[in-house]
Every structure is written in C-alpha cells, then in structure tokens.
T-cell receptor, first 114, second 110 residues
Framework: KNQVEQSPQSLIILEGKNCTLQ??????????LRWYKQDTGRGPVSLTI?????NTKSNGRYTATLDADTKQSSLHITASQLSDSASYIC?????????????FGKGTHLIIQP | ETGVTQSPTHLIKTRGQQVTLRCSSQ?????VSWYQQALGQGPQFIFQ???????GRGNFPPRFSGLQFPNYSSELNVNALELDDSALYLC?????????FGPGTRLLVL
C-alpha cells in the first residue's frame, strides 16, 4: 500500500530561525513529489514539485530535496517568518495510471513564534 | 490565488440531510478532483471528473456523488449525511500536472 509519512507531527520555532521538515514515502511506481503549504481552514498551495531526476528545488526561502534511492524528501525553511505558520503537506504521485494517483501525508503543523 | 473558488465557505447540516457543495475552476482546466480532509489529516481522494465524466473514485460510498459542467464548474453531493462527514471539502483543478486547490468548504454535521 502506498504511504507517505511526515515528521515531526508539529513544530514550534522562533521567528528568524531555520527548520527542516521530513517526508518518507513508499509509493511505487514513483512519478513526482510535491510540497504544499496549507493555512488553517484553507486549501493547499503548491510550493515545489520534483521528479525522479531532481535532487533540489527552491522557491524563495523554501528548499526541497529529494533522495529517490532512500525515498526521502525534506523541506527546509530559511529565516522563518510569522506567515510561515501553517501545515506543510508532502504529496507523492505514482505513475500507475490511476485517476488520482496521489498519496497525501498528514502534514507537519508549523508554528512560528515572535 | 489559485483561481479556484468554492461555495459556501461554511455549512452546518444535521444527520440525514443532503448537501451540495460547489466549485468553480479556471477556464481550460478539464480535470477536477474532490477531497475530504478531516481535522489534522491529509486530504482523502473522493473522485475525479474529466470533461464531465467520472474518471476515478476513492474509497467513498455511493452517497457521495458529483457532477462537472461545461463551464468548468462542478458539484459534490452528499446524501444521508453522517456525523463523520464533518470535514473540510476541497476541490482541485489540474493543468499540466499541477493541482490548484480551492479554499475549501467547512461542513459540520450535527
């Protein structure tokens, strides 16, 4: 069964500090991996999308990495801001041809404190 | 802004009632998917429509049904509401492998 596990479940850091969120997956066959930011009560917004051949992708202060061999990804946030407080969801797509083909993690709830 | 809108933003219903949630996506986005997201959980796939035809379905009972219209709008209908149906319902349109989520409808079943 395809699974996506995220850690930590929740995280509290001070404004200006850096943090790294983890994602481990067992999705096969792998197509791509996405990180989304979801503000409370809102829909997820895409931060990055990476395919098998991509190791790193940045979007402003967000940098995602992918190790397809170990089936791990991380999202690094640099110089955190209060507006970074949100849930961050890792989503892996399989290439099996199914209509959706997406497996969602439960997310990491990040709180930035002033 | 993703260009995907949903209505209503919030809704309260009682057990046994029926509800219709609406989604409007961007022109040209032929695929729309619906998800149920319980508190503290990731979104769960309900079903997907492509050019007005159901294109796949997750592990949800038949009382969850949908429609997609030529004007890129769609509906999610839920009959015989149960308490466990309380959740955030998200629709997402797809273009070039990227999903664009709407803000969601928060449904509370009492």
């Amino acid at each position: 069964k395809n699974q996506v596990e995220q850690s930590p479940q929740s995280l509290i850091i001070l404004e200006g500090k850096n943090c790294t969120l983890q994602c481990n997956y067992t999705v096969s066959p792998f197509s791509n991996l996405r990180w989304y930011k979801q503000d409370t009560g809102r829909g997820p917004v895409s931060l990055t999308i990476m395919t098998f051949s991509e190791n790193t992708k940045s979007n402003g202060r967000y940098t995602a990495t992918l190790d397809a061999d170990t089936k791990q990804s991380s999202l690094h946030i640099t110089a955190s801001q209060l507006s970074d407080s949100a849930s961050y969801i890792c989503v892996v797509r399989d290439s099996g041809g199914g209509a959706d083909g997406l497996t969602f993690g439960k997310g990491t709830h990040l709180i930035i404190q002033p | 802004e993703t260009g995907v809108t949903q209505s209503p933003t919030h809704l309260i219903k009682t057990r046994g009632q029926q509800v219709t949630l609406r989604c409007s996506s961007q022109s040209g986005h032929n695929t729309v998917s619906w998800y149920q997201q319980a508190l503290g959980q990731g979104p769960q796939f309900i079903f997907q429509y492509y050019r007005e035809e159901e294109n796949g379905r997750g592990n949800f009972p038949p009382r969850f049904s949908g429609l997609q219209f030529p004007n890129y709008s769609s509906e999610l209908n839920v009959n015989a509401l149960e308490l466990d149906d309380s959740a955030l319902y998200l629709c997402a349109s797809t273009l070039a492998e990227t999903q664009y989520f709407g803000p969601g409808t928060r449904l509370l079943v009492l």
